[in-house]
């Protein structure tokens, strides 16, 4: 199903208010309110409205809404309870609000803590571990490398740019993955200190590996690289009056209030991180050289 093929789909969401995200046959449809200050039957009849014409669209086009694999996640912070929206109607379905849905590969919980993500992840990842160190000395080094890769490196680098601004005993999760697979490729003891293991290996830590992903998209912002809606994120910085700052391809960083949820923000997280990168490689506009310096 292409984007073109579903644009008048796209249109009925906005005309309610809402905003959207695609990916094949996968439609998001999103919207922010104030609980405290907005009617949350108002808000319920919105959703409620806008799925139900878009149901109608579906249908007299030959495509069908599964209203019962719809979910509905209510997203809110941990210091405030989640807004008392019992149910939405979807045709024949009473739709629940739900703790957590999968995203593309990813858990999202209700307060965007992922933990559940993380734990998926480290759970699965060991499981892959177990299963190669039962075969590992039938291996080669390349060939125990290519497996690590694709079956636990993979996991841990997957959308980790979600992860930056964590609380670091969920980040440890993680990186216990990562020294656990590259004690098995080096054939390190169990308390051999794992960061000249690391380091030997060429391989990032996973706090370093997620600023390394938000660097890179920053970049590929700069250079017309990444998608629209990224690029549209990041400003660059032009003071008003002549200034020493101007020419060393600083950023905007907007002002955030939160700690735990704005500064995680990829218009906040990003303009700030690179601002700590040197001069001469925030001046750098080949993207290999870039990465390799990075």
């Given at each position: 199903?292409?984007?073109?093929?579903?644009?008048?789909?796209?249109?009925?969401i906005?005309?309610?208010?809402?905003?959207?995200?695609?990916y094949?046959?996968?439609?998001?449809?999103?919207?922010?309110?104030?609980?405290?200050n907005?009617?949350?039957?108002?808000?319920?009849s919105?959703?409620?409205?806008?799925?139900?014409?878009?149901r109608?669209?579906?249908?007299?086009?030959?495509?069908?809404?599964n209203?019962?694999?719809?979910?509905?996640?209510?997203?809110?912070s941990?210091?405030?309870?989640?807004?008392?929206?019992?149910?939405?109607?979807?045709?024949?379905?009473?739709?629940?609000?739900?703790?957590?849905?999968r995203?593309?590969?990813?858990?999202?919980?209700?307060?965007l803590?992922f933990?559940e993500?993380?734990?998926?992840?480290?759970?699965?990842a060991?499981w892959?571990?177990?299963?190669?160190?039962?075969?590992r000395?039938?291996?080669?080094?390349?060939?125990?490398l290519?497996?690590?890769?694709?079956?636990i490196?993979?996991?841990?680098?997957?959308?980790?740019?979600?992860?930056i601004?964590l609380?670091?005993?969920l980040?440890?999760?993680?990186?216990?993955?990562?020294?656990?697979?590259a004690r098995?490729?080096s054939?390190?003891?169990?308390?051999?200190?794992?960061?000249?293991v690391?380091?030997?290996?060429?391989?990032?830590p996973?706090?370093k590996?997620i600023t390394?992903?938000?660097?890179?998209?920053?970049f590929?912002c700069?250079?017309?690289?990444a998608?629209?809606?990224?690029?549209?994120?990041?400003?660059?910085?032009?003071?008003?009056?002549?200034l020493?700052?101007?020419?060393?391809?600083?950023?905007?960083?907007p002002?955030s209030?939160?700690?735990?949820?704005?500064?995680?923000?990829?218009?906040?997280?990003?303009?700030?991180?690179?601002?700590?990168?040197p001069?001469?490689l925030r001046?750098?506009t080949?993207?290999?050289?870039?990465?390799?310096?990075?």
């Open positions: 199903m292409t984007v073109g093929y579903i644009a008048p789909m796209t249109d009925i906005r005309q309610h208010g809402l905003e959207y995200h695609l094949a046959d996968d439609t998001k449809m999103y919207l922010t309110f104030n609980p405290v907005e009617d949350l039957s108002t808000i319920k919105s959703i409620e409205s806008c799925v139900s014409d878009v109608a669209w579906m249908s007299s086009n030959c495509l069908k809404l209203d019962d694999k719809s979910e509905l996640l209510i997203f809110h941990k210091r405030v309870p989640r807004p008392n929206i019992t149910a939405i109607n979807i045709g024949e379905e009473s739709i629940s609000p739900v703790g957590s849905c995203n593309i590969g990813v858990t999202y919980d209700e307060t803590s933990d993500h993380i734990r998926s992840i480290t759970k699965t060991f892959h571990l177990r299963n190669i160190y039962q075969i000395h039938y291996l080669d080094t390349d060939s125990l290519i497996l690590v890769h694709a079956f490196t993979s996991k841990l680098d997957f959308c980790n740019s979600l992860l601004g609380p670091k005993c980040l440890k999760r993680l990186q216990s993955v990562q020294n656990a697979a098995l490729v054939g390190s003891r169990k308390y051999d200190h794992i960061s000249s690391l380091q030997q290996l060429h391989w990032l996973v706090d590996r390394y992903k938000i660097l890179l998209m920053v590929k700069l250079h017309n690289l998608p629209s809606y990224l690029s549209n994120l990041i400003i660059k910085y032009t003071p008003n009056r002549a020493r700052s101007s020419s060393k391809n600083l950023l905007v960083v002002p209030r939160t700690k735990g949820y704005g500064d995680r923000a990829f218009s906040v997280c990003g303009p700030e991180l690179w601002k700590n990168l001069e001469s001046h750098e080949k993207l290999e050289p870039f990465k390799v310096v990075l």
